[in-house]
Structures are given as structure tokens and as C-alpha cells.
């Protein structure tokens, strides 16, 4: 089964600045739209930016300035740069897969998630 695997997480303080990673072992992801969720307790996922297989980007427009997403095709990885971070930015932080922004033969897979905590 195909599944994106996110790492990077941790707890930081506010200010402070973490690169999440999302791989896809077993799977390439380079013709694919790569998708950043992130879900804090007691709320609803949300979408948080994206890029496509051409490497274009998309923000939250709360985050723009602060969020940086890139993609190594040499490595099969997309990363998440937070910057600034704020107490606000604690949740879990999705990696999906899509044809949203790639091919048409790409499909949705969800990863597991990475927690983010940031203290104040």
C-alpha cells in the first residue's frame, strides 16, 4: 500500500523554525501534486499549501511569509520550511499525494502525520 511518510516534527519554541519532509517509499511521487495539511486538536484538517509536479507553490494565505514548500525530484521528497512559528501552528502535519497539480494517473494517498508543538 502506497503511503506518504512525514518526519521533521517536534516541539519548539515560538519563533522557532522546523522542515518537515514527506517521502513516498515505493512510489514516485515526481509527476504528482504534493499536498501539506495540518489538523489541530478538536478542529477540521485543513489545507495549509501545496506544489505541483512543475514545482509551482501555493499558500494558506494566513501563512504565506512564513511557510516555504519545495521538492527534491532527485530524492523523491517535498519539505515544509515553517519559519516564525507560532503557538497556533501546533497540530499534525499531513503529507497527500493527488493528481490536484500533477498527472492524471496520480492518486490521493494520505500519510500518518508529524505532531508539531510550539510552546510560547
Known amino acids: 500500500q502506497v503511503q506518504p511518510v512525514e518526519s521533521g516534527g517536534g516541539s519548539v519554541q515560538a519563533g522557532g523554525s522546523l522542515r518537515l519532509s514527506c517521502t513516498t517509499p515505493?512510489?514516485?511521487?515526481?509527476?504528482?501534486?504534493m499536498h501539506w495539511y495540518r489538523q489541530a486538536a478538536g478542529s477540521q484538517r485543513e489545507w495549509v499549501s501545496s506544489?505541483?509536479?512543475?514545482?509551482?507553490?501555493t499558500y494558506a494565505e494566513a501563512l504565506k511569509g512564513r511557510f516555504t514548500i519545495s521538492r527534491d525530484k532527485a530524492k523523491y521528497t517535498v519539505y515544509l520550511q515553517m519559519d516564525s512559528l507560532k503557538p497556533e501552528d501546533t497540530a499534525m502535519y499531513f503529507c497527500k499525494t493527488s493528481n490536484e497539480g500533477g498527472m492524471w494517473w496520480c492518486q490521493n494517498y494520505w500519510g500518518q502525520g508529524t505532531q508539531v508543538t510550539v510552546s510560547s
Open positions: 515505493g512510489f514516485t511521487s515526481n509527476n504528482c501534486g
Open positions: 506544489i505541483t509536479n512543475i514545482g509551482i507553490a
